[in-house]
Structure formats: C-alpha cells, structure tokens
C-alpha cells in the first residue's frame, strides 16, 4: 500500500509531499492548484504515463517523484537521465513499460485509476471492453493471449507443412528423374569387380613375367650347360689321345733303354758293324718318334690347359645353376648334384 509521494517539479508542484491515509485520502482546493496534477504524477510513476517530458515544471530541467510503499521507496525521475530507482538500484532504457522489479512492488494498473471527467466505472464500456478488464484483473487475458499464439503458430505450422509438402512433391519428381541411378549403381558394381578383376590379372602378370625371366636365364644356362657337355665329349677325346701319348711314351722310354745300352756296348769294345748299322736305324727310328713325341705332347699340353679351364667354368656354371633352381632340375624335377 501506498504510504507517501513526494513530487519535485512537476506540472504546477515545486516541491510536494502527500502522506496518504490507510483507507480514504481526500485531496481539496481550488481549481488549478494541482490536485490533478498529484494523480498525473502517481500515474506517471506507476505506469510510466504519460510519455514525453512537457510535465516538467517550466523553468526547471528535471522532476522527479518519489512514492514509499511500505518499507521500500520507488522514484522516477526525468531530465537529462530517464530513470527508476528501486532500493537503490537504478533502472534504465526500459521503454514504454515499467521495470518489471517496480511493476511488482506498485502492483497498480490502468484500472486503479478513474479521472475526473472520466466515465462512470464500467457503466459506460460495452460487454467486450468489461470482459476485457474483468479478463486484467483475474488474469484471463492470458488465456486470449495462449489463444492467439497458438493459432498464429497453428498458421505458422500450416505454412511450414504446405512448403514441406511441396518439397516434398519436387523432391519425389526430381527422384523420378533420376531412375537412371540405379542402373549407373549396377554399372559402377560391375565396374568395381573388373577392376578387382583387373588387379588379380595384373598380379598374374607379374608373376608370368617373373616366371619368363627365370625361364630365359634357365634357357641362357641350359646352353652354358650344353657348351660344357661339348667340353666335356672334348675332355673324353684330350684323355683317349693322353692315354695313347702314354703309351707312345712308354715305349720311348724303352727305346731309350736300348740306346742307353748300345752306348754302353759301343764304348766298351768295339762295335760289330752290323749292330751299328741295327743301332743306326734304331737310332733313326727313335728319333723319329721322339719327334712324334714332340708333336702328340704339344696339342696334349694345350688340351690339358684347356681342361682345366673347362672345369673351372663347369663348377661355375654348376654353382650357378644350383642356386638359380634352388637344387631342383626345372625339366624333370629330380634333385641336381654337384659337380
């Protein structure tokens, strides 16, 4: 309940206070000394009404009202700050309205205020402006207010559902225009196995060409190999004609026994002319083997160098081939010895 208003400058009053009595307060006077004004500015206060500032006394450049409630005190005051001040908080840029705070401690609305010239209470408002207040004072204007959001949001929703069906129609005509798709998914499908496909083959591939490369060094050995068995038939040869050498060798150095004898025969006494003629031709005869000696050794001497290069290379080539098969004859998969 309302205790006391203090006015400064506004309209008629310079400085004004008004002790309110806790059932009846009678404001009397002559006309134009302000008991209006008193109203205007309780009104002001609690409704933040009227707007502008040609309520400001003239002469002065801010008024202020000060209303105590209670045990706390609301003011209002106007001029270069517009504001309210509640307990010692002040409130500012509030509007057309009044701080939610101050609203709650004035708890007075346009309803509490009848004005001189105004009409009997509710005598003159037709049926929708008494349903109107009745609905202010027991709240049911929120009821109009759910109402009217509701249907606005209904028309909002009805709105939302129309463009979505409409989407929802373009984006069914766009799906028929793309029954292609599915047949470009069995392609693409089709073109992924290839491509496995593809890669499995290129693996092939890789393998076969590993296989040819070996398969060529295997031919490239294998005519190593037959050079060494046509080296090997020659070896058989170079020994046949050692062997016959041998021989022949044997038999000059019996041969050269006899001359060793004949020497020791000649040198003892003197030779019968016919053992010197036998020994001149057994001279001749081992000197024309000798000869052949010197021709069957030579050709045997190039052959045994040559044997033993043959075999070097063969155990070379053997190595090789050991390690190129991995011990395993390629042609008919027996286990290769060493040479």
């Known amino acids: 309940m309302i205790q006391k208003i ?117 005598f003159a408002l037709s049926a929708g402006d008494v349903a109107r207040q009745l609905n202010k004072i027991i709240d049911l204007d929120i009821i109009d207010k759910s109402m009217g959001f509701i249907a606005s949001e209904l028309r909002r929703n009805k709105t939302l559902v129309e463009v979505t069906e409409n989407k929802t129609k373009q984006t069914k005509d766009k799906l028929d225009t793309l029954d292609f798709v599915e047949e470009l998914t069995d392609d693409f499908d089709g073109i992924c196995a290839l491509e496995e496909k593809l890669d499995l083959i290129t693996k092939e591939i890789s393998g076969l060409k590993s ?38 060798y044997s038999k000059l150095s019996n041969t050269t026994e006899e001359l060793k004898e004949l020497e020791e025969v000649v040198s003892s006494k003197s030779p019968d002319i016919e053992q010197l003629e036998k020994a001149c031709v057994a001279a001749l005869d081992t000197e024309e083997i000798v000869e052949d000696l010197r021709k069957t050794v030579s050709p045997i001497a190039h052959h045994m160098n040559q044997i033993h290069m043959h075999k070097a290379k063969a155990k070379e080539l053997s190595d090789k081939l050991l390690t190129i098969t991995k011990g395993i004859c390629p042609i008919c998969g027996n286990e290769l010895k060493e040479i």
């Open 211 to 248: 296989v040819v490369d070996k398969t060529k060094q295997l031919e490239e050995d294998k005519e190593s190999s037959e050079e060494l068995v046509k080296n090997f038939w020659t070896i058989e040869e170079l020994a046949i004609i050692s062997v016959e050498t041998s021989n022949k």
């Open 6 to 122: 203090q006015i400064k400058n506004y309209q008629t009053h310079s400085k004004f206070q008004l002790n309110l009595d806790p059932h009846i307060t009678t404001i009397v006077g002559p006309s134009d000394v302000g008991k209006s004004a008193v109203i205007r500015a309780l009104r002001w206060v609690c409704l933040n009404r009227p707007l502008g500032n040609h309520f400001i006394k003239d002469g002065t450049e801010s008024c202020a009202v000060r209303v105590l409630v209670g045990d706390k005190e609301v003011v209002r005051k106007k001029g270069k700050h517009n504001t309210y001040t509640l307990e010692g908080i002040k409130y500012k840029a509030f509007g057309n309205s009044v701080p939610s705070p101050v609203e709650n401690v004035l708890n007075i609305g346009d309803i509490n205020f009848q004005g001189q010239h105004d009409s009997s209470f509710w």
